[in-house]
Structure formats: structure tokens, C-alpha cells
């Protein structure tokens, strides 16, 4: 995320809990990504988790996307 998205997610964050919620999510998923990431090697178990892991990132910062859409053409107006 750029910093002006994360300027958004902390300006509109309080009062759109569904984004502050997504976005803390993120940050979690990030966490233990770089966690998972940094073993040198992972079990088939710890594999199928990294991906899983992934996709609900991917699938959460889709909809942190929408939001900030949202919120970016406030700002631009």
C-alpha cells in the first residue's frame, strides 16, 4: 500500500470499522507471512497454509481496495 492509502485507512479507519477491521487483518496476515516465509523450509502442511494464508490476504486487500476507492474520489472532489 502506498502512503496515501494508508493515510486513508488511518483518517477513515475510526469510523468505517469494516476497513479498520480489514486493514488490521492485513497487517496479521503480513506478520506471519514474513514468519512463515523466513524458515528455510516449510512442511507440505506449512505450505498449504502459506497459501491459504495468501489468498485471504489477496481477497481482504481487494476489499480494502474498494473501500479506499471509495474514499479517494471524496478526497479528489
Known sequence: MDQR????VAKYGEA????KSL????VAFEKILEKMESKPFLTPAE???????KKKK??????????????????DQ
Not at 468505517?16 to 476497513?19: F, G, N, R, Y
Not at 486493514?23 to 492485513?26: D, R, T
Request: net charge negative.
Open 5 to 8: 492509502d494508508l493515510d486513508l
Open 16 to 19: 468505517d470499522p469494516e476497513l
Open 23 to 26: 486493514y488490521e487483518e492485513h
Open 47 to 53: 505450505d498449504t497454509e502459506l497459501k491459504e494464508i
Open 58 to 75: 489477496l481477497s481482504g486487500k481487494t476489499r480494502i481496495e474498494n473501500l479506499l476507492m471509495k474514499y479517494r474520489k471524496a478526497e
